[in-house]
Nanobody, 120 residues
Framework: EVQLVESGGGLVQPGGSLRLSCAAS????????MSWLRQAPGKGLEWVSS????????SAADSVKGRFTISRDNVKNTLYLQMNSLKPEDTAVYYC?????????????WGQGTQVTVSS
């Protein structure tokens, strides 16, 4: 059974940083591309960032480019999202997603999510 467990969310002031983690199990993590998605209050799911299976290719949405960095550890079966210079509009539930192929769109199988709130 595929399991994706996100952690690391919380309340942070504007300009602050957080590092999200996603612990993966139930599949061969190193063989799959992964993504981060998010859903802001009252809005639909939004693609944030993706990384290929070996970590050599990444992409990010324009809204987070230069502030968020996706990475992975294929030994620890863990996906990360380093978020810097956070803005109130980054407030959302963040989900990691297993992808059948590398993609810059919403999709895949995602976990339960972790809440990120950016507020003073």
């Amino acid at each position: 059974e595929v399991q994706l467990v996100e952690s690391g969310g919380g309340l942070v002031q504007p300009g602050g940083s957080l590092r999200l983690s996603c612990a993966a199990s139930g599949f061969t993590f190193r063989s799959f591309a992964m993504s981060w998605l998010r859903q802001a209050p009252g809005k639909g799911l939004e693609w944030v960032s993706s990384i290929n299976s070996i970590g050599g290719l990444t992409s990010a949405a324009d809204s987070v480019k230069g502030r968020f960095t996706i990475s992975r550890d294929n030994v620890k079966n863990t996906l990360y999202l380093q978020m810097n210079s956070l803005k109130p509009e980054d407030t959302a539930v963040y989900y990691c997603a297993k992808r059948e192929r590398y993609s810059k769109e919403v999709g895949g199988y995602w976990g339960q999510g972790t809440q990120v709130t950016v507020s003073s």
